[in-house]
């Protein structure tokens, strides 16, 4: 990366080829929040996106399932996962050293899930994390972008391929991320934002959708049953409060920041100190805290604290879920991130069906899902496909792509060259 005449970082030639050699090389894996699918670690990440599922709270309920027992919730290993990648050469050591593209914007743009079995109670969970690929995009406001897409590959104790999931991540030059942010809403606003307060009217509104939510649970939903066009029932999240992010970190753990407080934390800082700007008092906090602190948001170009992906991506799971069923499965599912849900606002998921085909076997139906917010907004769309039972059998899993987290990286990064 160079600097243009401007002051603005500018993406090399270089900079995409130092990403290329990247390709493949397991990436440090933070300790995990949860090491063992337990009834409290399961029932405490549901409830921090609004899922109180008995599959997933209620281990005797469990019991009475095709599952036999207590599952976790699919989006469950964003808070598992102990390395089970090779010790790095120092040649890997070298390249993975520093990041190319230091000093640009970086936006999560996509984000994509694949389930192939339950995580179970008492499993472990091992996964390996790599970049898979990177690509050379124009951008919308001129200049270029580089497209980053890492893997997490998720397999439990047993060795089990669980979960493939496919992140990529948009670091756009500091000319166009500012573009970006000059509407104050995010990728592709234009128009200001702004926060009006709740009538009561709305809020009425909000406690009666949450009042109406109904679950499938053990009633089975058939595949011959469903229609092309129907819609599943809308899940409303919000309005969005700082109480919620608290509840929600509760059980993903803080992802981003290495766990800890006081003296551990401190430990991390002298390594990291970039982890921990000042604020306003000139007291070190952690990068993070721009998802409940306006002030560093706003130092941000961004006008409010917002939410995180991933919990958006729990809210289209909890929709689809309880649309499903107990005997159901989400095999699955593809989102994009295009505005912020800032503090304050009310989010609206809604779906429908738009095919139902029977593939190898397998009764697939295909939604169309998204998240809205209260001014008419799409912030998050997205597609997903459910396995559903017939009156005739049970929904057979789907069977994943390598037998093996090895096999598996490298057929993703067969997949994005």
Sequence with gaps: MTTDQAGYGVLTDESFERSRQRIGIPMRINPAHITEVTPDATRHFAYGYGDDNPLYCDPEYGKNTRWGGLVAPPNFTYCMGENAAPPLTPA??????????????SYQAAMEFEYYRPLTAGDRCQVIRAQVGVADKPSRFGGRTAHVTHDFLYANGHGQIVTVQRGTWINAERHTSRERSAGAGGAGDKQPVTFDAYTDEQMA?????YDAETRRGPRTRYFEDVEIGEEIQTRVKGPLVVTDLVVWHLGWGMQLTPPGAFGIARKIRRKAPGLYPPNARNIPDTVQRLHWDPSRAQELGIPMSYDYGAMRETWLTHALTDWAGDDGWLARLRCQHRKFNYIGDTTWVRGKVVDKVQVDGRNEVHLEVACWNQRGEQTTPGSAV????????????????ASSLDELLASEIARHA
């Design 92 to 105: 890997q050591k070298e390249l993975l050293k520093g990041d190319p593209f230091a000093g640009l914007g």
């Design 205 to 209: 509104e909000i406690d009666a959708a």
């Design 386 to 401: 459910v396995l559903l039972p017939t009156r005739d059998s049970a929904v057979e899993l789907p069977a994943p792509p």
